[in-house]
């Protein structure tokens, strides 16, 4: 299992790049998490931070976690 500061950091991290750039993780398309999953997952922190929101939409956790998501004026 992940820890969570872990945890709360890949939820708020923001996907640095694509058609998401901005976007924090949690709040990533489910198909689009997948298709890096099929993919391949970048390497580094990102990576491991995309397989850890894999994990957590695979088991249907997002709205279990969207209160460690931080409010907009606080990113």
């Known amino acids: 299992m992940y ?3 872990a945890l ?3 939820i708020n991290t923001k996907m640095p ?3 998401h750039a901005g976007t924090p993780l949690l709040l990533l398309p489910e ?5 890096f999953k099929q993919q391949g ?6 990576g491991e ?3 850890m929101i894999y994990e957590v939409k695979l088991n249907g956790l997002e709205k ?3 209160p460690l ?3 907009k004026s606080e990113r």
């Open 3 to 5: 820890d969570h500061q």
């Open 8 to 10: 709360v950091a890949a």
């Open 17 to 19: 790049f694509g058609k």
């Open 31 to 35: 198909p689009y998490v997948v298709w």
């Open 41 to 46: 997952f970048p390497q580094g922190k990102l």
């Open 49 to 51: 931070q995309l397989a």
């Open 64 to 66: 279990l976690l969207m």
């Open 69 to 71: 998501l931080q409010a």
